[in-house]
């Protein structure tokens, strides 16, 4: 049975106004959308700490690190420095190469030893620039395209590293400078940072005028990066390792491998093959190691 409120009754029920303000204050009515202006003020004005709360983990994975702008075709985030079969410029007594490896340039065995005592000793020895008479490390940025033409040109032994870790031991780009930048005096040269000497480069392209005591180089495909001094790095550092194939795997100590990471392991007669058989970069690809 329904009990009969009377208005007497109803003067007896308590106030609930403030009930109700209160209610609407918690559970505030839905408002319209706000425009593309008032978004962008109203998430400005949040502090950093509550807007990165609110984005969810797979959004996360979105925000830039500085690396996107690698991720072209004719650029690299690696560099690679490629041993050779030839006697290094290097003085310095410590460098085990100078007396322990014999040349053989058919086989490439020097360049395969010179890679191995690198790896164990985790140091890369400085060579002396033929220029400036500075001491670097060399290494040249590796894209795809260029690293089959690297490894014809030197050899198909390497270590390859990522340009961060080559820019925090001190290393950048080489600075590709006319060649008649010897022409300025001693007073001149002795207002430029000593520093900057160890990575200068000349050019003088052949499309240039032939000039007396100017001979025509040009590097700038190398697209260079020095180190300099020696370099250390541990194993952890190393991105890749070029090999010419597998038996070369084979022939390094084990725990080495081990410690390095046999997928860190490039053979670079699978890679040419695979250029050979599908050319998508139109290389021309010179076997001057014989056919195998």
């Known amino acids: 049975m329904v009990k009969k409120v009377c208005v007497e009754d109803m003067a007896l029920l308590p106030d609930t106004s403030e009930l109700e303000d209160s209610v609407n204050e918690t ?6 959308k706000p425009t593309a202006s008032s978004k962008t003020s ?9 807007v990165k709360s609110q984005v969810p983990m797979e959004k996360h994975k979105k925000i830039k690190t500085g690396y996107e702008s690698y991720n072209k075709p004719d650029s690299s985030f690696y560099i690679v420095h ?27 065995k020097s360049a395969f030893n010179r890679l191995e005592s690198i790896l164990k000793s985790k140091t890369i020895f400085a060579s002396m620039m033929p220029w400036t008479k500075a001491s670097c490390v060399c290494f040249t940025e590796c894209p795809w395209t260029s690293l089959i033409h690297h490894a014809e040109e030197y050899s198909p032994f390497g270590i390859g590293f990522n340009k961060k870790f080559i820019f925090d031991s001190g290393g950048g780009p080489a600075l590709y400078i006319r060649s008649d930048f010897e022409n300025l005096t001693e007073k001149d040269k002795d207002r ?4 900057v000497f160890n990575f200068i480069t000349p050019f003088w392209p052949n499309y240039t005028k032939q000039v007396k005591k100017l001979k025509h180089v040009d590097y700038t495909h190398e697209r260079e990066w020095r180190v300099p001094g020696n370099l250390t790095f541990e194993y952890q550092d190393i991105e890749f390792v070029v090999v010419e194939n597998y038996d070369c795997i ?36 010179n076997n001057q190691r014989g056919e195998k």
């Not at 022939?251 to 081990?258: A, G, N, P, Q």
Request: aromatic share 8%.
């Open 27 to 32: 559970n505030p009515p839905k408002r319209p």
């Open 42 to 50: 109203t998430k400005s004005s949040k502090p950093m700490e509550s």
């Open 82 to 108: 490629f041993t050779k079969s030839k006697a290094p410029f290097c003085k310095e007594k410590e460098n085990p190469i100078r007396s322990s490896v014999k040349i053989d340039q058919k086989n490439f």
């Open 192 to 195: 430029w940072p000593p520093g």
């Open 250 to 285: 084979e022939k390094i100590d084990s725990e080495l491998k081990k410690e390095i990471g046999i997928e860190k392991f490039l053979v670079m007669d699978i890679y040419e093959s695979i250029e050979k058989l599908w050319p998508v970069h139109n290389l021309s690809i």
